[in-house]
């Protein structure tokens, strides 16, 4: 049978121990209907000899690696390995994030046999690593409304992934494999790392972003490029970036103007202007940003399933035996 769907692990220097965990939940699952890719950002040790040996460990061998000659960032790592996909469908992880238990490819492949979606996002579990991991709150989007598939609301997708950031975790996405390659290409040189910021450029476009609530992948918080506080203002710069690149692309797209109005308020601009921009753009006493900032994100994880995944990564044999 024809495979529909490649995990795509994304790592740039990725701590061997996280990464074997990665692997581990790859080999827990019930199936074999996947293929692997594994992409690695121009490090001095990739580990693929190791990957691959890990993975064959537990029958996984349908396995693909994929390197940068140099580090390029997120944006052109994912482009480089998915265009060495063959599946119609991409699932993105990095190492630290489990697929969520041994179930997750079957219920994966269920539905896109039935849905076919173009752009699907799950739920989220979120959890600290360390000695003891445990789950921890969060979840995103917040607001899972306007991705009802019985009454998806475009409109309110653009206005919240453009104007609310309240954005969707790249962690488990899964994404048509020439959709993603697509926007990937038009973001390459101007967005560095934030390769889930190709769900806002969909939102623009008209895809239509499928949700589903099925909790489907562990996400390491406290780690990485979006959770880290050093590297928040970076994030905050690959946003503008990405908001210019959406102004030349559709500059006649009213949310795409607004926003473009509201995050580039700061240049050319007298105070009393920034200040009006900002409070008739997105003020923040609007009810969807206070209700943003009181929400208490949900706890979704089970802590055995998340304890599994440790353990088997600790049975998985080293690369030389």
Known sequence: MEKLLTVLVAQYRPDPAALRRTLASLVM????????????????????AESRAWLASGGVTDVTAVAMAQNGGTVRNILNAAQA????????????????????????LERLRADAPRAAFAKQAYYTPGPAPAPAPGE????RAPYDPAQYDGGAVKRNLLLFDDGISGCGMVYERDLL??????????????????????????VP????????????????????????????????????????????????????????????KSRLVRGLVGRLIVPQNHPFKKAQ?????????????????????????????
């Open 209 to 268: 972003i499928r949700r589903y609530d099925r909790v489907a992948t562990w996400y390491e918080y406290g780690g990485g490029v979006s959770t880290d506080g050093a590297a928040r203002q970076r994030m905050a710069q690959e946003w503008r970036a990405m908001v210019e690149l959406l102004h030349r692309q559709y500059p006649r797209d009213r949310t795409v103007r607004l926003a473009y109005a509201y995050f580039f308020n700061d240049r050319h």
């Open 29 to 48: 699952q019930d199936t074999r209907e996947f293929a692997v890719a594994l992409a690695d950002d121009g490090s001095p040790q990739p580990y693929f």
């Open 181 to 206: 390659v697509q926007a990937l290409q038009t973001m390459a040189g101007h967005v560095r790392l934030a390769e889930d910021f190709a769900v806002r450029l969909f939102a623009v476009q008209g």
């Open 85 to 108: 996909v063959q599946t119609r469908w991409v699932l993105t992880l990095s190492p630290g994030d489990y697929l969520y238990d041994a179930g997750t490819v079957s219920w994966w």
């Open 140 to 143: 995103t989007p917040f607001d």
């Open 293 to 321: 900032h009181a929400w208490q994100p949900p706890v979704n994880g089970d802590a055995a399933k998340l304890r599994a995944i440790y353990a088997a990564a600790g049975r998985m044999p080293a690369a030389d035996q």
